[in-house]
């Protein structure tokens, strides 16, 4: 599985903001849109498009067009923040939903929402979540995926888990992760160390 850290002095200074304990939600979720910006247009570097004539008001050029817009697919709730911007900086995509969370024991996904096209052989799908941390989460999202025909997705994180990144390799599935940084590890509760706490209670307060 290819892992491509997004190493760039302006969004390790979003990231520092977002893992510092004093942000505050707004401030929280400002940074995350930023970031995701810089996150999206790296994941974006390699789509493949398509040329066609464009006339400027002095001559025909070159232009470009994507060969296949994507499907973006935030998981709720804490990739609700990231896909304001991603849709912003690719018109043209679609977005799915999956919604679930965490049991606090078991730290395995229980899945409450799921709205995806039937069909998605032949789209690349970005799935947009800040926190890869077991994998569980992420593992079940692309399956669901799959099951729909995908071959080409790509997982968008602000922060992965070694643990987690494992658990994508394991799964076969055909994933590339693109993230500001892979942390230590984690810890007994599951949360990434040093992390930056619960993305989705740091963006919308406790559920
Ligand atoms: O890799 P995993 O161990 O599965 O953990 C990662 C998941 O945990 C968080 O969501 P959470 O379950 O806290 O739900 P929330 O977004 O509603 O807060 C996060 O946004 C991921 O979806
Ligand atoms: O560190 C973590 C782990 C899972 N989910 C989060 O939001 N944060
Ligand atoms: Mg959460």
Redesign the pocket.
């Known amino acids: 599985m290819n892992t491509h850290v997004v190493d760039h002095p302006l969004a390790a200074v979003l990231l520092t903001t977002m893992r510092d304990a004093r942000s505050d939600n707004a401030t929280f979720r400002a940074a995350l849109r930023r970031l995701t910006h810089m996150l999206v247009y790296e994941a974006m570097r390699e789509a493949p498009v398509d040329t066609f004539d464009v006339v400027t008001p002095i001559a025909t050029t070159d232009g470009v067009r994507l060969s296949h817009p994507p499907l973006l697919v935030p998981?709720?709730?804490?990739?609700l923040g990231m896909v304001e911007q991603a849709s912003s900086l690719i018109p043209q995509a679609r977005v799915g939903f999956v919604g679930?969370?965490?049991d606090e024991q078991t730290?395995l996904?229980v899945p409450y929402l799921e709205s995806l096209p039937a069909d998605l052989s032949g789209i690349p799908v970005y799935v947009l979540?800040?926190?890869?941390?077991?994998?569980?989460?992420?593992v079940h999202t692309i399956d669901l995926l799959v099951a729909r025909g995908a071959t080409d997705v790509t997982a968008v994180c602000v922060v992965a888990a070694p643990e987690?990144v494992a658990a994508l390799t394991a799964s076969g599935h055909p994933v590339r992760l693109v993230t500001a940084a892979v942390d230590e590890g984690l810890n007994g509760d599951?949360f990434i160390v040093p992390g930056l706490g619960?993305?989705?209670?740091r963006q919308f307060g406790p559920?």
Do not use: I, K
């Not at 998981?75 to 990739?79: D, E, M, Q, T």
């Not at 979540?129 to 992420?138: C, I, K, Q, R, V």
């Not at 619960?198 to 209670?201: E, H, I, M, S, V």
């Open positions: 998981v709720l709730r804490a990739g679930m969370a965490r730290h996904p979540d800040p926190m890869l941390a077991t994998g569980g989460s992420m987690g599951a619960d993305a989705g209670d559920r």
